[in-house]
């Protein structure tokens, strides 16, 4: 059973750390051409390296859109550092903290100077960076984590941030929307998890409350073997049906959000929510099998969504004349 509390602290985290923040101001002779070049490189990693947040960030107008994917490439080369090999990711992670965060990036940095200017333009609060980078710290020290409350700890490091610093390029209509973005975020991350679980543990990360583990009997084996059992599915099972609680819990906050940025917000979310059901229709097997939702899968999703979605605004105007 999810504890109703289990993001409290996190929202905390998210509150406080907006309140204490600057924003960056970045120097005026960082011309068109150059940011232009920037952001079109920005929108070359996103298509490269996430087919579905490309898509949901294509719903957005076109200035949130390029800012959103200067958002995802800074995040992506955040955590390409972890993936080097024969150096020392925490000196170059520091660097990477130092120069991606520069209010006077380096002329030869695309993925730094459009981060830069989409900071200044939509004043994020440079904290939700910091917390992103020290949140794939974690990865050079922690490869196991005991119970779900510490899983959550790093699912908002590395996700709910990054929902954190969306919600202030598409615009949010109250604070109450802070809680809502940190429940989103924990639900993709769990999602990656479920989904990865085979890369991961070639990695020697298993991102799975231990606690959990053994309560249901799940052993080395079944990572080494990839063995689907009984053990196993009724494990997968349960995180499946938690993460997709969370999901329902992160939905009403969309409503919240400036309306050219809801749709989008509500594919993103529906396409990684569709992975679970991909990983079911596999028979829990995410050794074998990689579990994911193709493109025409997801235009298919596309009307039952904005039914949903609308279903969701309409109840939201009804709370407001009831007022």
Not at 29 to 37: A, F, K, Q, R, V
Not at 38 to 57: D, E, G, L, N, Q
Not at 310 to 323: C, R, T
């Amino acid at each position: 059973m999810l504890d109703v509390y289990w993001d409290q602290h996190l929202v905390t985290r998210a509150t406080q750390g907006r309140s204490k923040d600057d924003y960056v101001q970045l120097p005026d002779h960082h011309l068109n051409e150059t940011l232009n070049t920037a952001y079109t490189y920005c929108s070359r990693v996103t298509a490269i390296h996430s087919k579905s947040f490309y898509m949901a960030s294509g719903l957005l107008p076109y200035e949130k859109r390029k800012a959103i994917r200067a958002l995802y490439a800074f995040c992506r080369t955040t955590d390409d550092i972890i993936d080097l090999q024969g150096k020392n990711r925490e000196t170059e992670l520091e660097l990477w903290r130092r120069h991606g965060l520069s209010s006077n990036p380096r002329a030869n940095d695309p993925v730094s100077i459009a981060w830069a200017d989409t900071r200044q333009n939509f004043k994020i609060p440079t904290c939700y960076a910091h917390q992103l980078i020290d949140g794939v710290n974690m990865d050079i020290h922690h490869d196991r984590y005991e119970d779900f409350n510490s899983l959550a700890d790093y699912c908002y490091g590395v996700a709910s941030t990054v929902g954190l610093m969306s919600m202030h390029i598409i615009g949010f209509t109250t604070e109450e929307a802070i809680r809502y973005a940190v429940k989103l975020g924990v639900a993709l991350q769990l999602t990656n998890i479920l989904r990865d679980i085979a890369e991961d543990y070639k990695l020697g990360r298993v991102y799975l409350p231990q606690d959990e583990l053994r309560s249901y009997g799940i052993t080395e084996r079944h990572f080494k073997e990839g063995l689907i059992d009984d053990k196993w599915k009724a494990f997968m099972k349960f995180q499946i049906d938690r993460t997709r609680s969370i999901y329902e819990e992160a939905w009403p906050g969309i409503p919240l959000l400036h309306p050219s940025g809801q749709l989008s917000i509500a594919a993103a979310a529906t396409f990684y929510k569709g992975i679970l059901g991909k990983i079911e229709e596999n028979n829990f097997d995410v050794f074998n099998t990689r579990a994911c939702i193709g493109k025409s899968n997801k235009l298919k999703m596309l009307p039952g969504l904005w039914f949903k979605y609308s279903l969701l605004s309409q109840l939201k105007v009804q709370l407001n004349n009831k007022k």
